[in-house]
């Protein structure tokens, strides 16, 4: 009889291998701390919340995080089954609404025949096989717990997420619609600004005043770049964000006819189009500081704020020297590691990360060898740098092109040498699938 594996977390990671297990008919304990007690980031009781944004980047093929989206498909993915069926317009990206998607996720977990979910905190190892998917905000108890697992300390970071409004509130008589490079039905909102309104905005921005890390240790935190606080990217110098987040690349102002100095984008939040969201503005501003200094932006003066953004801790494992590229510890014991706790950063980077662990598990206990993933496919990329044990002064890694291969006639044109990668690596993970029928 098949032992029942113990997922803990049920966030995409989670999600992803307690769903890869039970449809590989393995009974699984999902075990998930919401609604009893919530992290400092969340707040909705439903699994695979999202917390820093509702996108789930480009859709393209040739592009990395495109390419990772139909690899997750073709391995049977429940979250791009439910991000399909939440989507919501975003142009060229994969967007969700957030609380649509999340019921979704849930539902289907909570229908499945093998999977029993208990709710409450976990503080100790549990017993047997287990997948730890507990993610970036793993609560203190169980980081003490992972920390004596893994011999030493975990590393850590601070992440953060940007505020959501209201489409209402804003100036219609100041913005415009338009996805860059007329990509998209005009997906995004765009809040222009003249030369001289940046440039107030930048000074009130980087004199702004920002919060203390109450829940958190108190060192000068180490924060990843790819979720840099606005604020922190702004002091590197005046143009930082104008070449950044607020970049005019591939806009036009209707109004002017002409590109603007820069511009805020706005992406919708949920199916009916009544929040958006603010592209690149993770923040640790003050509340009051953000309503006053965003409110500089035009379009945004009487702009509502229905959640601020917030800077939160973001725990990850020393992989490299602890994790096979099947996600398993190097000691040999059922213990599996998934998700952002791994070092890999993105929402659909850590959901990928939990199927290959799911499906690893479920190998392992029918006595079938590892599912180890071509370097040619972005997940076995993923897999193979998180667990690559040359690698120092180990930061965590989204999908991006350069940790595939190069191709074995370089093409100089970049889109048709994306598009040429991502193919090889799409049949290269079909032929791995057409060999396990």
Known sequence: MTPQVTVVGAGLAGC????????????????????????????????????????????RLESAAGLLKEEMRMLGSVTMEAAARTAVSAGGALAVDRRAFSDEVTGKIRSHPLIQVEEGEVTRLPQGPVILATGPLTSQAFTREIETLCGGKGLSFFDAAAPIVTAASLDQEKIFYAARYDRGEADYINCPMSKAEYEAFYQELIHGETAPLHNFDQA???????????????????DAIRYGPLKPVGLRDPRTGHRPWAVVQLRRENAEGSLYNMVGFQTNLKFGEQKRIFSLIPGLEQAEFVRYGVMHRNTFIDSPRLLEPTCFLRDGRPIAFAGQITGVEGYIESAACGILAGKNMARRLAGRPPLILPRETMLGALAAYISDPTVVNFQPMGSNMGILPPLDKPIRDKRQRYAQIAQRAVDSLRAVLEKEE
Request: negative net charge.
């Open 220 to 238: 000068s935190p180490q924060v990843y770049e790819g979720c840099m606080p606005i604020e922190v990217l702004a002091k590197r110098g005046e």
């Open 16 to 59: 992803e291998a307690a769903w890869a297990l039970a449809q590989a008919g393995v009974p699984v304990l999902l075990r998930e701390m919401k609604p009893e007690k919530y992290s400092p980031a969340h707040t909705y009781p439903g699994f695979a919340e999202l917390v820093c944004s509702n996108s789930l980047k480009a859709m």
